[in-house]
């Protein structure tokens, strides 16, 4: 069964200190993984697509990984600020036999940044 | 570029009456997407259309709703009748390809059904 599990359900940390976001998942056949961040009240606002062949992607102070053999992904938030206080979502693409792509998403982390 | 246009931004409507959501997709591109999201159960891909086409339409939980792409610039979602298990805030998105190129967010519309 196709899934995309995220993990911690929510966090919080303080000012300025790193974070790292977790995402596993079963799909298959993989085509791509995106990381979109979600501030309340609004649409997602995609961050990193990355394929098969990408092991690290980074957007400013986001840095995501992929290890395409276990299945994980990571999202890497260096010196947090308070408006990265939003929720990140993990979203797997897998290749249909139409050409379309399926999209599995998880359920999202919840970061909360505190001064 | 003025993005993703939703309207309404708030619905609130009664149990049994009709509800149509609208979405002015980025010009230019190439696919459209409507999306729900809810607390419990996350963000949940409905339909995807591909040069006003219905490509996937599996997510859609039922026959009270459908999807209409009438042009390139102009969708709707419409839930007749509505439920108050249908309460949730309605996304639509668009991207310049297919589903796996970056995907643009409206703001989304919060559907209250009472």
């Known amino acids: 069964k196709n899934q995309v599990e995220q993990s911690p359900q929510s966090l919080i940390i303080l000012e300025g200190k790193n974070c790292t976001l977790q995402c596993n998942y079963t799909v298959s056949p993989f085509s791509n993984l995106r990381w979109y961040k979600q501030d309340t009240g609004r649409g997602p606002v995609s961050l990193t697509i990355?394929?098969?062949?990408?092991n690290t992607k980074s957007n400013g102070r986001y840095t995501a990984t992929l290890d395409a053999d276990t299945k994980q992904s990571s999202l890497h938030i260096t010196a947090s600020q308070l408006s990265d206080s939003a929720s990140y979502i993990c979203?797997?693409?897998?290749?249909?036999?139409?050409?379309?792509?399926?999209?599995?998403f998880g359920t999202g982390t919840r970061l909360t940044v505190i001064p | 570029d003025a993005g993703v246009i939703q309207s309404p931004r708030h619905e609130v409507t009664e149990m049994g009456q009709e509800v149509t959501l609208r979405c002015k997709p980025i010009s230019g591109h190439n696919s459209l997407f409507w999306y729900r999201q809810t607390m419990m159960r996350g963000l949940e891909l409905l339909i995807y259309?591909?040069?006003?086409?219905?490509?996937?339409d599996s997510g859609m939980p039922e026959d009270r709703f459908s999807a209409k792409m009438p042009n390139a610039s102009f969708s709707t979602l419409k839930i007749q009748p509505s439920e108050p298990r249908d309460s949730a805030v309605y996304f639509c998105?668009?991207?310049?390809?297919?589903?796996?190129?970056?995907?643009?967010f409206g703001p989304g519309t919060r559907l209250t059904v009472t």
């Open positions: 990355m394929t098969f062949s990408e």
């Open positions: 998105a668009s991207s310049p390809g297919l589903a796996e190129d970056e995907q643009y």
């Open positions: 979203v797997v693409s897998a290749f249909l036999r139409t050409g379309a792509n399926n999209l599995f």
């Open positions: 259309f591909n040069n006003n086409v219905p490509i996937d």
